[in-house]
DNA sequence: GTTGGAGTTGAACGATCGTTCGAAAGCGAG
DNA sequence: CTCGCTTTCGAACGATCGTTCAACTCCAAC
């Protein structure tokens, strides 16, 4: 029974930091607010991490980067347009869901870094998006050009699925599945414009 | 050539604090910061307000009262529930975009204030939501139960119109006139089901 | 039993925070 | 000029901030 190792408690730290973020703000918790919240004292936050900066750079983008992973693995094989898109919102939804405290913090504290914490940050962002984009030229190339601004749509939809965060409760009486699909028609039925069948739709398959 | 006013004044505070605000963050953001930017001294901005909280409160619920008046006025004597809708979208909008820093304040330092100060402004933001829940359910009266949650619906489009903040320059290639157009096209393509025509979104005929 | 590194801590550092207050400056009315 | 009221300010208050550091405990290795 080794006891938990440094990547472990560092996980838990981060975890524990998060929740704080997501519910007071990054710059309205204090070091010592986080010391208390991940049950350590103030100078031992200081051993598994450098700054309060890095302690959220950490959370932005660990929590980015599975993000990023679970939508190139989404859209493996894919090849419907359609249904590229509905697996892109899928992937996001899910994971914010899944994961409410981080993806707030990574969504409403994108302005408190700086310097090459926000570059890094920054990068994933425009890689994030332009995955996006490229699947919206997808649809086009199949569906005739939309009578849309692509990027207008494409931030339209990140707006849809990052507000959520103010108002979604995973637990309420809307399940994730149901977000995702009502997200879906909403987008799909306003940017290629027809009706899209429920069968076109995909469900997590991949877990 | 009478001075300028005590009111005057104050709204000029509040204009400057709202860019400060917008630009650095609630929270980052120091009374000196703010005496700085609005020329008088640290101690002069205390005559014309009570704390910093109440900086905040005054530019949330300023706005959000010019907001809310703003879209009586666009849906008054409109009875078609589709051209309440764009009128909605439409005020929105128009608004966020010619007050971009009040705006980004009303949106995203949302969980700064407490107290007091949070409930009427939650209480403004819930008058608010139940409008647009009600021209929701205008049109699926007209046009028959949309396959979609009402409330997610409602709050995507928030999420659409809100997020804005994040990405939209109001003096880039995109004008206003085009985003709220492409929303409304977005929003109504997937609520009602239907394909909407050019001509049944409504142009700000009451600027 | 002794050594040495990993983990943890209490106490303190200087800086900055929001706010207060007494005094001074500006200024129309008498 | 002088009074009274509004407006402005420098200076300071206590509190809290992020960060540091020397000292301590713990435990496996020798």
Redesign the pocket.
Known sequence: MAGP??DQ?LETLLSAAAKVFAERGY?E?????LARASG?????????V????ELLYLIQTRNFEAVIAGMRRALQGVTDPIERIGRFIDNHLDYFAAHMAEMKVLSHEAGALSGEYLQKVNDMKREYTRALMDVLADVERAHGPAHLNRRVAAYSLFGMMNWIYNWYDPLGDVGVEMLSQNVCHLFLGGYVGLPVSDAALPRSSAG
């Open positions: 190792t440094r408690k710059h918790t204090s070091m010592r607010d350590v004292s103030l100078a031992g936050v200081y051993y598994y450098q700054s309060k900066d």
